[in-house]
């Protein structure tokens, strides 16, 4: 999934003022070839070609949307359907019936706007009516094969987000598959040497473990799960954490109300959270605390793993030390891009601070 994208040009993010700019490009080169064949009334006939240019570009637009959203019924993932392109076999009787009915709601309207006696196409002359029909199709059909062009690229650009949308869940399913049994057997590490120390305690550890895990592994499953739940098994994992540190493990997570349904990745924190403990608190012979905080700057959540243990000793501050860290930035990567980034910083007099920066997404529900 890319970073901020570039910005759209002016007929993607207006795409309604395109049609009518497009409708009148065709109506303003119509009213002059009339006047080039008549070579009188020019502004009578730029208004009457304008008008019934719009009339047949709308009247053939609703035909198109229309067919291609019942077509979409059954057919929900084709491109070009949602692209609003229906395929020729279809365009054809919506240009017929488009051009017929803009012409003539179009000449209505026009001939009420100067005042005359509308000179409808289907009342003339045979001859009259052949070449009414013949130039209004011949317009029509341009007009169509221009937004057709449009919409063909359109539907490419669909089919290739929705390809880049797969690539990337498909990386970050790679990533979360490596990252839990990661966690999983740092933990088990820790279980198997509380078997020895404390066998009571290690029991309760398991118990907890199972339960933990359940309800981890469970909501791993989702990409995106509401920062609250983050934090929910951030705190489970603690308290197996405390079971074989005791009192030399301290915990402060803050986490504001507000931001409690932020969706966020799941088990994003958490190689954080084991690193801070493994390299950080448990070296330190009088373990320390972990916190854990939340906050928003602006457009951003900023999320903090700091410690007051070894600290980072001499690893750079601004470089990984280990799998726990490359799976955050890998992840981050793939998710948002070059919108989300993570710093490992020492603190004073030791420590260690990991933050973690990514748009604010919206809220999930609860």
Same mark, same amino acid.
């Given at each position: 999934m890319n970073a901020a994208p570039h910005p759209l040009p002016w007929h993607k993010r207006h795409p309604r003022w395109a049609d009518f700019a497009a409708s009148?490009?065709?109506?303003?080169?119509?009213?002059?070839?009339?006047?080039l064949m008549r070579g009188r009334h020019f502004w009578v006939g730029m208004l009457y070609a304008q008008v019934i240019s719009l009339c047949i570009g709308t009247a053939?637009?609703?035909?198109?949307?229309?067919?291609?959203?019942?077509?979409?019924?059954?057919?929900?993932?084709?491109?070009?359907?949602?692209?609003?392109?229906?395929?020729?076999?279809?365009?054809?009787?919506?240009?017929?019936?488009?051009? *017929?009915? /803009? =012409? &003539?709601?179009?000449?209505?309207? @026009?001939?009420? *706007?100067? /005042? =005359? &006696?509308?000179?409808?196409?289907? @009342?003339?002359t045979p001859r009259q009516l052949l070449f009414g029909a013949g130039f209004t199709l011949l317009m029509s059909a341009a007009a169509t094969l221009f937004f057709y062009n449009r919409e063909r690229v359109h539907a490419l650009e669909v089919a290739n987000a929705d390809q880049a949308r797969l690539v990337a869940q498909a990386q970050l399913t790679a990533l979360q598959a490596q990252l839990e049994p990661h966690m999983l057997f740092n933990t088990l590490a820790h279980l198997r040497a509380l078997i020895k120390l404390r066998p009571d305690d290690a029991q309760a550890m398991l118990d907890e473990l199972i339960a933990y895990l359940r309800a981890t592994l469970t909501a791993s499953r989702t990409p995106l799960h509401p920062l609250g739940t983050e934090f929910a098994r951030l705190h489970d994992y603690l308290r197996?954490?405390?079971?074989?540190?005791g009192p030399r493990l301290q915990v402060d997570l803050q986490l504001p109300p507000a931001?409690?349904?932020?969706?966020?990745?799941?088990?994003?924190?958490?190689?954080?959270?084991?690193?801070?403990?493994?390299?950080?608190?448990?070296?330190?012979?009088d373990g320390g605390t972990l916190r854990l905080l939340a906050r928003e700057e602006g457009a951003q959540l900023v999320l903090t793993v700091e410690d007051d243990g070894s600290g980072l000793g001499a690893a750079p501050a601004s470089q990984g030390t280990g799998f726990g860290t490359q799976q955050v930035r890998d992840r981050l990567a793939t998710q948002y891009g070059d919108a989300a980034r993570l710093d490992l910083a020492p603190l004073a007099p030791h420590g260690c601070r990991a933050t973690v920066t990514l748009p604010l997404p919206p809220t999930t529900t609860p």
């Open positions: 009148l490009g065709v109506g303003t080169l119509v009213g002059l070839l009339i006047y053939i637009s609703l035909l198109q949307h229309g067919v291609s959203r019942v077509l979409l019924r059954s057919d929900p993932d084709n491109p070009q359907l949602r692209a609003h392109w229906p395929g020729w076999r279809w365009m054809v009787p919506c240009i017929l019936l488009g051009a *017929l009915v /803009g =012409h &003539e709601s179009g000449t209505a309207i @026009a001939a009420g *706007l100067m /005042g =005359h &006696e509308p000179r409808f196409m289907l @009342a003339g197996l954490m405390q079971r074989r540190m931001l409690a349904q932020v969706a966020v990745p799941p088990l994003l924190l958490q190689p954080l959270v084991e690193n801070a403990i493994q390299h950080g608190l448990e070296p330190a012979i």
